[in-house]
């Protein structure tokens, strides 16, 4: 079995360098729920050096929030939101002789995403506009699935090992108890269990047959690199091989 492991970088945590060593396909933040120019460059060659591949990481204009809130808007100034980020993205990595090669949607507007297939059509076709050749990284089995297969776009289906799942697939609200995992030991068991299933398994038992092309560990989390070290390991002596996207 082959499969990505990825992370979200630039976000200024502080591990993305020791991260870049473990992962294999990392997402960029773009500048504005966190992160800046000079970190996204700093990132993409830290990520780029190790044989990282690079992906760009847009959400919510909302740094108080970490992109984390749920903000509306029309299609016009979504579609801006997302040609903003993807074209500073491209660019920062052209500038450093890199490409980008996937596309994944951060926090509030991921969640939004994966449950409204319009808003996330829209999202896409903005992308899809700046740089055709991404590929859109996507909550597997949500509306963002549903939405790339409309498009026949090129997509990969996603699990997180740090999160809870609801019964639609759709991840668990953060402020609900268990929604986020801290526990290296628990997560990779858990992770190793959904690839043998081909499925997501929801908090309340419920089997979703997903396509898991990647697994996502969230860079910005204190346990970051331990879970991620402690993930990599498992599926290694499972007889997982690891590889970007």
């Known amino acids: 079995m082959r499969v990505d492991l990825n992370a979200d970088m630039g976000e200024g945590a502080g591990a993305d360098a020791a991260l870049c060593s473990v992962i294999t396909s990392a997402n960029i933040c773009a500048g504005l729920h966190a992160g800046g120019a000079l970190e996204m460059a700093r990132v993409m060659r830290q990520a780029a050096a190790q044989g990282v591949g690079l992906g ?5 204009e909302d ?10 808007l029309g299609v016009t100034e979504l579609t801006d939101l997302i040609a903003y980020q993807t074209g500073a993205a491209q660019a920062v990595a052209a500038a450093n002789g890199l490409r980008l090669r996937h596309f994944k949607l951060h926090g509030a507007l991921a969640n939004m995403a994966s449950e409204d297939g319009a808003l996330a059509r829209t999202c896409f076709e903005a992308a899809q506009h700046i740089a055709p050749d991404l590929r ?8 963002q699935q549903a939405a790339a297969e409309a498009m026949g776009a090129d997509w990969a289906g996603e699990i997180f090992a740090d999160r809870a799942y609801n019964p639609d697939a759709t991840l668990m609200d953060r402020k609900r ?3 986020v995992l801290h526990d290296a030991q628990t997560a990779a068991p858990r992770v190793l269990a959904m690839l043998r299933a081909g499925a997501i ?3 309340d038992g419920t ?7 990647t697994i996502c ?3 910005d989390s204190p346990e970051a690199l331990a879970m991620a070290r402690a993930l990599r390991a498992s599926l290694a002596a499972e007889g997982v091989v690891l590889a970007p996207l």
Do not use: E
């Open 201 to 203: 398994l929801a908090a």
């Open 63 to 72: 740094r108080a929030h970490f992109g984390r809130n749920r903000i509306a």
């Open 56 to 60: 760009v990481h847009p959400g919510f």
């Open 136 to 143: 859109f990284v996507v909550l597997a089995a949500t509306a």
């Open 177 to 179: 108890p268990g929604a």
């Open 207 to 213: 089997r979703i047959p997903a396509r898991i092309d």
């Open 217 to 219: 560990l969230h860079g």
